[in-house]
Nanobody, 127 residues
Framework: QVQLVESGGGLVQAGGSLRLSCAAS????????MGWFRQAPGKEREFVAA????????SYADSVKGRFTISRDNAKDTVYLQMNSLKPEDTAVYYC????????????????????WGQGTLVTVSS
């Protein structure tokens, strides 16, 4: 198993930036494909970004492409989400997720494919 703890959320003005972190503990971090999801009030959880085990492969939701960057540091057992040019519609609770996958596997973008979840961190973007 792996345990995930997110941090870095907060209140920011539209156009601003935040960096979220997700620290993992437990089994070998590099064995997991990692993802970020978000859930706004009254809405379903939606995919934001995912990254392969090595960090060489990434995927993004169209709504964040060009503004958000996912990265990971396997030496620090941490995955990051750099969020730039934030918009009010980015307001949500952001969740880190993990799933154990073979090297080179296709990246998932569906929440039910991920086995482990953090508790979430709230991001609020004011207009």
């Amino acid at each position: 198993q792996v345990q995930l703890v997110e941090s870095g959320g907060g209140l920011v003005q539209a156009g601003g930036s935040l960096r979220l972190s997700c620290a993992a503990s437990g089994r070998t971090f590099s064995a997991y494909t990692m993802g970020w999801f978000r859930q706004a009030p009254g809405k379903e959880r939606e995919f934001v970004a995912a990254i392969s085990r090595s960090g060489g492969g990434t995927s993004y939701a169209d709504s964040v492409k060009g503004r958000f960057t996912i990265s990971r540091d396997n030496a620090k057992d941490t995955v990051y989400l750099q969020m730039n040019s934030l918009k009010p519609e980015d307001t949500a609770v952001y969740y880190c997720a993990a799933v154990e996958r073979p090297l080179g596997a296709v990246l998932y973008s569906t929440a039910r494919r991920f086995d482990y979840w953090g508790q979430g961190t709230l991001v609020t973007v004011s207009s």
